[in-house]
């Protein structure tokens, strides 16, 4: 079992007593009430008992009535009840009441299919909206019997009975922008072919470690070790407010910026040069203002000639955390909600001059990171673009100092705490994951993620619903990512963390997509179609028993012949191939006794690749893949599934 040391939790210490509002309100003992999970529009696993639990006056008699059968409960002293119903086939929609002598709530419009929790950090977190051909596939969407449940990103550290937040929303034009993207065409995907309801249960945070996603008990965690760590959050949030204090002062409560909707600090003929310098593209929390929540301005300058002016000017940002409002010479040319939304903003004609203009940005920030954090220009009609990176004024106009939520997802246990254990009484039919990125900072936190991976399946398989349920537990192994290597890496974190994934795969009734051709060389690359669609392959295979394959060429063995090393796959189904138009295959190294790896010639020979290199007379193993970023890796079978990444040593 992984366990935590005290040199940890003191090194990622984060303010755990000061998280007001993150906790649910407690329960009254005077109305009935259902989990926020309960609501119109939900989704029921198929082929299992129905769990339905709630509060209520202590003593009360409840009754719960769905599809025909009826089941009944009493409320014990703490107010807290709970009723199994009969397992239900796919279908729907039907109603679910819960009724005292007092009260009635009904659920209208709740269907039975296949639920699955789709978990992780950003990529998972990703929405349809940012993906690939976003406005095509948004306005496509039209399938009411795939729906989507998000959780809000809210922590606690203790144990809730209820989330946070949330509803249920339907696969259409004006919700499905919300949608994980990669929870999404995996669900398009199975609905293809498995014809009955799908809901997803979206419970992630971009950043977040998998620490966090774990229980105390899965994590070792003992009560003197839990309150160490509250203690080392109690000193972190001193030091930020102090440290916040001694750059302000007295922390602005209130932005006098934007006054009566009147943007005084928007104008052109504002005198910013006493302001602060700040870098863009950049969060401020990496230049001094660690722990700031609130807002901030931002300010910069642009000259125009008569010829760009007639030509048309667009304002585009990559992305802003978390919203923004914008202006030219005074003049507002948009505004955006969402952290991850890309801005693309027409500069009216009216609103610009030839000469100097001004650009000032309004930045909301209500957790973790803020800033203009992705690429600032002007576009041209002409196409022609200009960065605007460099430093900008910069001026806090309000503060509301909360914990930092950069760090505190990555605090062992809590999102566990708020996002996964409410969910826990729910049927659910499996769980996909998208996570590691944030666990692949060094080789040796890369290392230490296959026994935390393998305790957070087992944990979670455990914990939810009756806890003797092995689920299928679904994942996707880490892209390509970063600049390609030169020369072969001895050392690798994130080929490191994909090993550690793959380990995970000795585990009954687990599967994973490889994307290590679909990462784009980016942290958060806009293909999503692929990585669902090689999602539910993995299911339709594993847990629908469809005669579909479900990975790539995956190494079984290899043999070394003369100068020549032999390897041996498994899937490789309608034989090995490579996408290269000369068939040459790459990603290939070998090295010697001395561990001194090199990238290496390899040839298909049937259903096994020949690898040598005029380098390496004696070779005595062979890595495929094994970098962050394997640049040439080329290597698929002919159902265009590429090959995992391995290696043959240890070293």
């Given at each position: 079992m992984f366990r935590l040391g005290l040199a940890y939790l003191l090194l990622f210490a984060a303010p755990l007593n000061s998280m007001r509002g993150q906790n649910a309100a407690a329960r009254t003992s005077r109305s009935l009430q259902l989990p926020r999970l309960f609501a119109n529009g939900m989704v029921l696993q198929r082929d299992k008992p129905i769990a339905v639990w709630g509060w209520a006056p202590a003593g009360a008699a409840i009754s719960v009535a769905f599809h025909g059968h009826t089941a009944r409960a009493k409320t014990t002293p703490d107010g807290k009840w709970r009723v199994s119903l009969p397992a239900s086939t796919a279908g729907g929609p039907f109603d679910l009441t819960v009724t005292t002598d007092q009260q009635k709530v009904a659920l209208k419009d709740v269907l039975v299919g296949d639920v699955w929790v789709a978990s992780g950090q950003s990529n998972m977190e990703f929405p349809l909206a940012r993906a690939n051909n976003a406005a095509q596939e948004i306005a496509a969407a039209n399938d009411r019997s795939l729906r989507q449940f998000k959780v809000p990103t809210s922590w606690s550290n203790e144990p809730?009975?209820?989330?946070?937040?949330?509803?249920?929303?339907?696969?259409?034009?004006?919700?499905?922008?919300d949608f994980t993207a990669v929870g999404y065409f995996f669900a398009r995907e199975l609905r293809k072919t498995v014809r009955v309801p799908i809901g997803i249960i979206n419970t992630t945070w971009g950043g977040s470690n998998i620490e966090t996603w774990l229980s105390r008990q899965a994590l070792g965690l003992t009560d003197s070790s839990w309150a160490v760590m509250v203690r080392a959050e109690e000193n972190y949030v001193a030091s930020l407010r102090d440290s916040l204090r001694a750059k302000f002062g007295d922390l602005p409560a209130k932005d006098m910026g934007l006054v009566n909707?009147?943007?005084?600090?928007?104008?052109?003929?504002?005198?910013?040069?006493?302001?602060?310098?700040?870098?863009?593209?950049?969060?401020?929390?990496?230049?001094?203002?660690?722990?700031?929540?609130?807002?901030?301005?931002?300010?910069?300058?642009?000259?125009?000639?008569?010829?760009?002016l007639?030509?048309?000017?667009?304002?585009?940002?990559?992305?802003?955390?978390?919203?923004?409002?914008?202006?030219?010479?005074?003049?507002?040319?948009?505004?955006?909600?969402?952290?991850?939304?890309p801005r693309s903003y027409q500069i009216p004609r009216n609103a610009?001059?030839?000469?100097?203009?001004?650009?000032?940005?309004?930045?909301?920030?209500?957790?973790?990171?803020?800033?203009?954090?992705?690429?600032?220009?002007?576009?041209?009609?002409?196409?022609?673009?200009?960065?605007?990176?460099?430093?900008?004024?910069?001026k806090v106009?309000?503060?509301?100092?909360?914990?930092?939520?950069?760090?505190?997802?990555?605090?062992?246990?809590?999102?566990?705490?708020?996002?996964?254990?409410?969910?826990?009484?729910?049927?659910?039919?499996?769980?996909?994951?998208?996570?590691?990125?944030?666990?692949?900072?060094?080789?040796?936190?890369?290392?230490?993620?296959?026994?935390?991976?393998?305790?957070?399946?087992?944990?979670?398989?455990?914990?939810?619903?009756n806890g003797r349920e092995v689920f299928p537990f679904l994942w996707v192994q880490l892209p390509n990512f970063g600049q390609p290597d030169a020369s072969p890496p001895a050392q690798s974190s994130w080929a490191t963390q994909r090993e550690s994934m793959a380990a995970a795969?000795?585990?009954?009734?687990?599967?994973?997509?490889?994307?290590?051709?679909?990462?784009?060389?980016?942290?958060?690359?806009?293909?999503?179609?692929?990585?669902?669609?090689?999602?539910?392959?993995?299911?339709l295979n594993k847990v629908y028993g469809r005669p579909i394959l479900a990975s790539g060429p995956t190494y079984r063995s290899y043999e070394v012949r003369g100068d020549t090393v032999v390897v041996d796959f498994t899937n490789v189904g309608g034989g090995l191939t490579t996408r290269s138009t000369d068939a040459r295959v790459g990603g290939f190294a070998l090295a010697g006794a001395d561990h001194k790896f090199v990238w290496a010639n390899a040839k298909i020979v049937g259903n096994r690749v020949h690898v040598w290199s005029d380098q390496v007379k004696k070779p005595t193993a062979v890595r495929y893949a094994w970098a962050n970023n394997p640049d040439h890796a080329n290597l698929y079978n002919r159902e265009e599934l590429p090959a995992a990444p391995f290696r043959s040593d240890r070293w």
């Open positions: 809730e009975d209820d989330l946070a937040g949330g509803s249920w929303t339907n696969a259409d034009p004006a919700h499905a922008g909707e009147k943007a005084l600090w928007a104008d052109v003929s504002l005198d910013d040069s006493r302001w602060a310098d700040m870098p863009v593209p950049s969060y401020w929390e990496d230049h001094g203002y660690v722990g700031m929540d609130g807002i901030a301005w931002y300010r910069v300058s642009f000259d125009l000639d008569d010829q760009e007639a030509r048309g000017v667009t304002l585009k940002f990559g992305a802003i955390d978390d919203d923004d409002i914008s202006w030219v010479n005074g003049v507002e040319v948009g505004r955006t909600t969402g952290y991850n939304v610009l001059r030839v000469g100097r203009n001004v650009l000032a940005v309004r930045v909301v920030d209500g957790g973790g990171g803020g800033g203009i954090n992705e690429a600032a220009s002007l576009v041209f009609g002409d196409g022609s673009r200009r960065s605007l990176a460099g430093a900008w004024k910069f106009g309000e503060v509301s100092f909360k914990p930092d939520g950069q760090h505190i997802n990555k605090i062992p246990t809590i999102l566990y705490n708020k996002m996964l254990h409410p969910l826990l009484p729910f049927a659910i039919k499996g769980v996909l994951w998208y996570q590691g990125e944030s666990n692949a900072n060094n080789v040796a936190q890369a290392a230490a993620y296959r026994g935390q991976f393998v305790s957070l399946i087992t944990s979670w398989r455990k914990e939810f619903g795969l000795s585990l009954p009734n687990t599967g994973q997509a490889i994307t290590i051709d679909i990462g784009e060389g980016n942290l958060h690359p806009t293909n999503k179609q692929d990585v669902g669609a090689r999602l539910a392959r993995v299911a």
